[in-house]
């Protein structure tokens, strides 16, 4: 085993380690776990007629298909060490991405940032002419301004040591506002393409420079005491209004319960849940991250004895003085990769392509700024920028393509880049760790790292593959215009994974 290889699997092993917080999925117990084996650069090279016997194996297994039945398939498969190409079919083909595209935001992110990048939340006490006053340190000052920095994953926990931290300053009255500064972003929540009816859910959050549990609050409904009556509701963190119709059901009924939100921030909930049944749970996109950012702040200073006024309708940026109370710096890059790749984590996704704009050409950082350094790092590659469309960072823009080709350049530049490692230890592999199915059980099993993409017909993979003899190779498999069965789509990808690997 080279040292390379020998650090991945320590990557991999602290990956592993993570707490629950990290939302990774594995395929089961871990007795169940295929043992990890990291792509190599040692291995024979792959000859001439093994080549050809590949093509001609691939080939047939993909022919007539019944899994791909009038499906659009595209496949690429390179020798990661020569880039020399084992087997293409339809390779310059543009195919709808779904989150496979988040390839291309975190490695941009990557190649940008650097990966001891650190997003920064800070609250400062600011001066704002004719507002009531802070008194702090003998000195009169206008307004508690949180300053977002395009955290991810900062968290209600977070907001709370604020809250704290304001409170062991001394300050024990707020007059004047407790504001949310989140102008690092501009205002726009989704990007072109996406599904309007997709808004209501967390997959669907609304991007800001000030985030707070990604913009998601917790539902949990449960049956009341008698047939007929409303549902008991909680929401957590308590600070979101939700009006409920939901009744509860007879015994053994299904539960239908789901969640429609209003501009006006509040939750709706209708449908019925059976007597007897457990808590449902449904995780909800706020309408307003900016107020639902305050909303939380002002119940943990208030939980932490300090007496919040009703805020004003004022732009921090109009501050003439501001002191700092308060900072917090987010995991770097490579600890949050994972934690973007392996949940496949669309919120992250827009946030990162925003945070690209705001780097790169200035506030705000906007989704069009960010697409635009990445055509000029996509340029750099070598990559047409014909050959794809940039709508968003996740891959849940309708308007999103690029080549089986364009994914297999990306992931040999950060094959041969000084973050190879961080990028194996933030992919799933297919049964052992993540969102990978049809694996486990398959020689593949431990030896594929890569990203899926899975939405309405259309189903990717990309990443790498640990071959047993031949070192590691980088691939792409694109399906869209597809209709069939996913579990037969996954056994047939299993397939052909197994037999590159196995060669």
């Known amino acids: 085993m080279t040292r390379r290889a020998r650090l991945s699997l320590t990557l991999f092993a602290v990956i592993l380690a993570q707490p629950a917080g990290a939302q990774t999925s594995s395929p089961g117990p871990s007795s169940t776990r295929a043992p990890i084996v990291a792509p190599s650069t040692v291995g024979d090279p792959w ?78 006490l600011a001066r704002i002419a004719d507002l009531p006053g802070i008194a702090h340190g003998g000195v009169l000052w206008g307004a508690l301004v949180v300053h977002g920095g395009g955290d991810p994953f900062l968290s209600v926990r977070d907001i709370d040591n604020l809250a704290l931290a304001v409170a062991q300053s001394g300050i024990k009255h707020i007059r004047g506002p407790v504001l949310i500064d989140a102008s690092r972003y501009d205002r726009a929540p989704y990007a072109p393409g996406w599904t309007w009816d997709d808004f209501t859910y967390d997959y669907a959050a609304k991007a800001s420079a000030l985030t707070v549990d990604e913009n998601v609050v917790h539902v949990h409904v449960a049956p009341g005491a008698l047939r007929g009556g409303p549902a008991r509701v909680s929401v957590d ?38 007597l007897g049944a457990g808590r449902h749970a449904i995780d909800a996109a706020v309408a307003d991250p900016q107020a639902y950012a305050r909303k939380v702040l ?78 000029h790092w996509l340029q750099a590659l070598g990559i047409d920028l014909s050959t794809l469309t940039l709508a968003d960072g996740c891959g849940m823009s309708q308007y999103d393509r690029i080549t089986p080709r364009d994914l297999v350049t990306i992931l040999q530049h950060d094959w041969n880049a000084s973050y190879r490692e961080i990028v194996l230890a933030a992919l799933p592999v297919g049964g052992a760790r993540g969102t990978i199915e049809g694996i486990a059980g398959t020689p593949a099993a431990g030896r594929v790292f890569a990203k899926t993409g899975s939405m309405m017909h259309v189903r990717g993979l990309a990443g790498y593959l640990a071959t ?36």
């Open 47 to 124: 000859t001439p007629d093994e080549t050809a016997t590949l093509q001609h194996d691939l080939d047939a297994l993909l022919a007539g298909a019944p899994a791909l039945r009038g499906a659009h398939v595209g496949v690429l498969a390179s020798d990661t060490r020569t880039g020399a190409t084992l087997y293409a079919r339809n390779a310059d083909d543009e195919f709808q991405p779904a989150s496979t595209f988040k390839l291309l935001v975190g490695s941009a992110a990557l190649e940008k940032l650097g990966e001891d990048y650190r997003f920064r939340t800070t609250a400062s």
């Open 237 to 274: 963190p308590p600070v979101v209004a939700v009006a409920s119709s939901v009744v509860t059901l007879a015994r053994g009924a299904s539960t239908s319960a789901d969640v429609d939100p209003d501009p006006s921030g509040r939750l709706h909930l209708s449908g019925g849940i059976a």
């Open 298 to 375: 002002v119940a943990r200073l208030r939980a932490h004895g300090v007496d919040v006024s009703r805020a004003r309708a004022v732009d921090p940026r109009s501050a003439s003085e501001t002191r700092r109370i308060w900072k917090h710096l987010s995991p770097s890059l490579s600890e949050l990769l994972p934690r973007f790749w392996l949940p496949s984590d669309n919120l992250v996704g827009e946030m990162l392509l925003k945070e690209l704009g705001f780097v790169s050409a200035g506030t705000p950082g906007t989704t069009l700024k960010g697409i635009a350094y990445e055509e």
């Open 468 to 503: 047993q003899h031949h070192g590691a190779v980088t691939f792409a498999f694109s399906v869209d215009d597809w209709n069939g069965s996913y579990p037969d789509l996954a056994a047939l990808r299993a397939q052909l994974l197994s037999r590159i690997i196995t060669d």
